[in-house]
């Protein structure tokens, strides 16, 4: 059974730095690109960043670039999202998710997800 869990969310204040974990276990992490998708109260869900199998190749949402960074340790079967300059923009539920797509942006080439972290930047 793929399991992806979150950590790492909390209330910071703007300016302030999280850094978001997620573990994976169930799949053969190493061959999955890992993405990391927001959602806020009333919108869709959207995409923040990805990171191929090799992290060899990142990808990123206009809104996050400078400003967040995609990373992972295959060893340890775990990905991170590293946010700095956190905004009340960036308040949301994160989620991780997991895909052999190409189409890394897309919420439907994910399969496999994470329960989410909440993150709360205050102003």
């Known amino acids: 059974q793929v399991q992806l869990v979150e950590s790492g969310g909390g209330l910071v204040q703007a300016g302030g730095s999280l850094r978001l974990s997620c573990a994976a276990s169930?799949?053969?992490?190493?061959?999955?690109?890992m993405g990391w998708f927001r959602q806020a109260p009333g919108k869709e869900r959207e995409f923040v960043a990805a990171i191929n199998w090799s992290a060899g190749s990142t990808d990123y949402a206009d809104s996050v670039k400078g400003r967040f960074t995609i990373s992972r340790d295959n060893a340890k079967r775990t990905g991170y999202l590293q946010m700095n300059s956190l905004k009340p923009a960036d308040t949301a539920f994160y989620y991780c998710a997991a895909t052999r797509s190409y189409s890394v942006m897309v919420v439907t080439s994910y399969p496999f997800w994470g329960q989410g972290t909440q993150v709360t930047v205050s102003s």
């Open positions: 169930g799949l053969t992490f190493s061959s999955y690109t």
